[in-house]
C-alpha cells in the first residue's frame, strides 16, 4: 500500500485527487491539507511513502514546504503538482529535493503510474516539462561530464534519470541488466558526492551536467 499525504489548496481538486488515489488499489490518501503551515509535524505525524505538494498555496506555498521537509525528511518522495510549468519552479523545486515535477492536466491514470513510479526509484516529470527543461539546459550549457569523471555510460545514465527514468527503464532503454544500472548509479553519486536520486539530477542541473 502506497500511503501517499495530499497539499492543495483547492477543495474541489483537493476532494477529486483525494477520491481517485483512495478508490485504486494499492494506493491510499492518509490526509490532505491547505497549506505547509504545519508540514513538520504533519509528515512526522503520518510518515507517507509519497507528498503530493501543490506550488502555489495561501500561507507557506509548496516550494517552501518542500525545503522544510527535506530539512528533517529525506525518504519521503516529493512530487510537485501544479498548473506552473515555467522553468524557475522547475529547477527550484528539483534543486530543493523534489523527486518528480507534475501538471495538473496530467490524466489520472498517468498520475497514478507516476506515484507509483517515483516508490520505484523514479523521478517522473510530465513529459512536457521533462522536454522544455532538457532544451533549455541543451540550448544554453555545454556538457561538462568531463569534470565529475563521469564515464559516456554513466552520463547516459545520468541523463536519463535526469528525464525521470526508473532503474528498471534505464536497464530497458540502454539494454542493460538491473544490476549494471544499479553499479553505474552508485558510482554516479561517488563521482558527484551526493547520495540521492534528487541530489544527483539537482546536481546535474546546477553543475550544468546535462
Known sequence: MIKVLLYEDNPQFREG???????????????SYKNCDHVKEEVEKWKPDVILLDINMPG??????????????TVAK?????????????????????DGYLLKKTPPAKLLEYIQDATEGGAPMTSSIAAQVLKMFQETHQVKYQE??????????????????????????LFIAIDTVRSHIKKIYEKLHVNSK?????????????
Open 17 to 31: 485527487l483525494t477520491m481517485l488515489i483512495d478508490g485504486s488499489t494499492g494506493f491510499s490518501v492518509l490526509a
Open 60 to 73: 507557506t506555498d509548496g516550494l517552501e514546504g518542500l525545503k522544510k521537509i527535506r530539512q528533517f525528511n
Open 78 to 98: 516529493i512530487l510537485m503538482l501544479t498548473v506552473f510549468d515555467d522553468n524557475k519552479n522547475v529547477f527550484e523545486a528539483i534543486r530543493n529535493g523534489a
Open 148 to 173: 565529475y569523471n563521469l564515464s559516456e555510460r554513466e552520463n547516459q545514465v545520468l541523463h536519463l534519470l535526469v528525464e525521470g527514468y526508473s532503474y528498471k527503464m534505464i536497464g530497458n532503454e
Open 198 to 210: 534528487s541530489e544527483a539530477v539537482a546536481k546535474a542541473f546546477r553543475d550544468k551536467l546535462i
